[in-house]
């Protein structure tokens, strides 16, 4: 059982973090994406340019690279890639963020044993630019928490999540009236539509 992985780069991007991210994905990562989907969202530096395209020819992953004409925002962005996703999975992570290497080998067994769940989140660990750890950002695991939790707080954490492609399609995707928060809103059109979401403890 494999999965698409989504990734935005726009102008301001790290290119350090650019690079810790794509080693985490691939060369340290047990189960790997089918598919990796880079949207450039409006005009990239060549740096992060040459940077992905020196992971593409290391690492040989399927890929597909989308290009905004101009910066349209991760909202448009994320959409674009589910609209292309053939895969029963698409996992989201920014280019800031690092997997623990068994993240997607961990999901994929999670959601394959529990088949009627839509989106699955997970625990993240706050770094410094020196990869220094600051905190354990913990949420809530079960449901019916998350359901409690969502008027007052955002109860998934969006670079974590797993989720099922047709499903949030069936859902309309990501609203793009939502410039930010977008995930948020994306969570409550979800359980509105009778969906199920969960996190994991790791």
């Not at 690079?19 to 189960?31: G, K, R």
């Not at 290497?101 to 394959?112: A, G, H």
């Not at 969006?158 to 995930?183: A, F, R, W």
Request: proline share 3%; hydrophobic share 40%.
């Amino acid at each position: 059982m494999n999965f698409t992985l989504g990734l935005s780069l726009y102008i301001k991007n790290n290119p350090i973090h650019l690079n810790q991210c794509l080693d985490s994905i691939w060369f340290n990562q047990s189960l790997k994406p089918e598919l990796i989907i880079f949207v450039y969202d409006g005009s990239i530096p060549k740096q992060l340019d040459d940077l992905v395209q020196d992971f593409i020819i290391k690492s040989g992953c399927n890929h597909t690279i989308l290009r905004n004409q101009r910066n349209k925002g991760l909202t448009i962005s994320l959409n674009k890639m589910l609209s292309i996703t053939r895969t029963k999975y698409f996992a989201r992570m920014d280019v800031d963020d690092i997997c623990v290497k068994d993240r997607f080998l961990s999901q994929i067994n999670y959601l394959e044993q529990n088949k009627n769940i839509d989106i699955l989140g997970g625990t993240a660990i706050d770094i410094d630019d020196n990869s220094n750890e600051i905190m354990i950002r913990k949420v809530p695991v079960d449901s019916e928490k998350i359901k409690r939790l969502i008027i007052k707080v955002n109860p998934v954490i969006h670079p974590t999540v797993m989720m099922k492609t047709e499903s949030i399609l069936s859902v309309g995707g990501y609203d793009e009236n939502y410039k930010t928060s977008q995930d948020w809103a994306l969570w409550f059109r979800a359980l509105a539509n009778g969906l199920s979401i969960v996190n994991m403890k790791e």
